[in-house]
């Protein structure tokens, strides 16, 4: 399938009570991530995810979705050519690969991923 969904993250109020819920209420495995304020999601088969305190000051707790491109860079001038609004531009992910968070023209939030390329 072209463009699957690959990654979903919980920004969260309070990551504390979410990682103590959500590890009781599914049998998720949660891995800290060393010196980073995220943590992630291991569901064994299916797609896996994260979660962190909510980047943006006020903001509710909510999920995001990320959906795997090929071009990070030119699917998120596209999807504001085609009235989506940039929330995060193109952000390297500590080598992992780039990414970017959009704003749909109906308002709802989702994020591309392009993986870094493996080098032979």
Known sequence: MPNPFCHIELNTTNLGAAKTFYSKLFDWQLEEVPGANYTFIKVGT?????????????????????????DVRASTAKAKSLGATVMKDVTDVMGHGQMSVLIDPTGAAIALWQPAQKTA
């Open 46 to 70: 299916g797609t896996g995810g994260g979660m962190m305190s909510h980047p943006v000051p006020g903001a509710p707790s909510a999920w995001l979705a990320y959906v795997m491109v090929d």
